[in-house]
Nanobody
Framework: QVQLVESGGGLVQPGGSLRLACAAS????????MNWYRQAPGKQRNLVAA???????NYAPSVQGRFSISRDNAKNTVYLQMNSLKPEDTAVYYC????????WGQGTQVTVSS
């Protein structure tokens, strides 16, 4: 079964940290470029971080220096380490895989609030 399953979301206080994980199944994971997007209520879905199959990284300016994306091809998993979280980071975070086809996970809620 082809799917992406995110985990690791939750409620955290401002300044805190979370690590999201996205486990892929049914695909040749190492061939895919992997991305994290987020969507806040009433707003469009935007790219947060990207890691290519070759390991190149890209971040949205708003998370540069705070978030870190990585991948473990042996575990078919991509991670998003989020540090120094701010209330404006509150959103549903989606995992995305791109190669010949494009796949989306179901999303995981991240809420940053005191």
């Amino acid at each position: 079964q082809v799917q992406l399953v995110e985990s690791g979301g939750g409620l955290v206080q401002p300044g805190g940290s979370l690590r999201l994980a996205c486990a892929a199944s049914g695909i040749r994971f190492s061939s895919y470029d992997m991305n994290w997007y987020r969507q806040a209520p009433g707003k469009q879905r935007n790219l947060v971080a990207a890691i290519t199959r070759g390991g190149s990284l890209n971040y949205a300016p708003s998370v540069q220096g705070r978030f870190s994306i990585s991948r473990d091809n042996a575990k078919n998993t991509v991670y998003l380490q989020m540090n120094s979280l701010k209330p404006e980071d509150t959103a549903v975070y989606y995992c995305n895989a791109q190669f010949v086809t494009e796949l989306w996970g179901q999303g995981t809620q991240v809420t940053v609030s005191s």
